[in-house]
Antibody, heavy 119, light 107 residues
Framework: EVQLVQSGAEVKKPGESLKISCKAS????????IGWVRQMPGKGLEWMEI????????RSSPSFQGQVTISADKSISTAYLQWSSLKASDTAMYYC????????????WGQGTLVIVSS | DIQMTQSPSTLSASVGDRVTITCRAS??????LAWYQQKPGKAPNLLIY???NLESGVPSRFSGSGSGTEFTLTITSLQPDDFATYYC?????????FGGGTKVDIK
């Protein structure tokens, strides 16, 4: 059974750094793109980044390029999303999801990680 | 960049109604179009892939159609469990784009 289990909710102050995680199981982690999707409170889904764990190739939305860093550790089947300096506008739910390149869809999703940035 | 535009943004309907949601792409995307359902506090759930293929386990009252730039998601007989927000999504080798969403609520 494919599962994506994300790290728990975070409350941070502006300017702090943060790294959230997404642990995959039930499939060959290295051979599927995995990505992150943001959902701000009461808003829609926004694609941020995807990474191919086998070779760490990445693709970024222009809206998020340079704002966050995606990475993956294939030895422990875990993807990460990292901020170096959080802003209040980063407050959102963040979902990781597996991308099926054959069909062009996010076919499995994590449960979401809520990030609150507040002074 | 390809833009995906959904309409309407909100739709009020009753149980048993036939519901249609439209998604338009800013350029030809062939059939690289998916539909998701999201309920409050939950992750999105894949319904349709490649424009018209029903994901395993999804009820047959859901269907997708279209190609090129215009696509539709149809729910033939709306059930209480279907009140949710629906998103279209496009993928190419370089990027992913979601539509803005359509909230289906109770009339």
């Amino acid at each position: 059974e494919v599962q994506l289990v994300q790290s728990g909710a975070e409350v941070k102050k502006p300017g702090e750094s943060l790294k959230i995680s997404c642990k995959a199981s039930g499939y060959s982690f290295s051979n599927y793109w995995i990505g992150w999707v943001r959902q701000m409170p009461g808003k829609g889904l926004e694609w941020m980044e995807i990474i191919y764990p086998d070779d760490s190739h990445t693709r970024s939305s222009p809206s998020f390029q340079g704002q966050v860093t995606i990475s993956a550790d294939k030895s422990i089947s875990t993807a990460y999303l990292q901020w170096s300096s959080l802003k209040a506008s980063d407050t959102a739910m963040y979902y990781c999801a597996r991308l099926s390149g054959i069909f062009g869809v996010f076919d499995y999703w994590g449960q979401g990680t809520l990030v609150i940035v507040s002074s | 960049d390809i833009q995906m535009t959904q309409s309407p943004s909100t739709l009020s309907a009753s149980v048993g109604d036939r519901v249609t949601i439209t998604c338009r792409a800013s350029q030809n995307i062939n059939n690289w179009l998916a539909w998701y359902q999201q309920k409050p506090g939950k992750a999105p759930n894949l319904l349709i892939y490649k424009a018209s293929n029903l994901e395993s386990g999804v009820p047959s009252r859901f269907s997708g159609s279209g190609s090129g730039t215009e696509f539709t998601l149809t729910i033939t007989s709306l059930q209480p469990d279907d009140f949710a927000t629906y998103y279209c999504q496009h993928y190419n080798s370089y990027s992913v784009t979601f539509g803005g969403g359509t909230k289906v609520d109770i009339k």
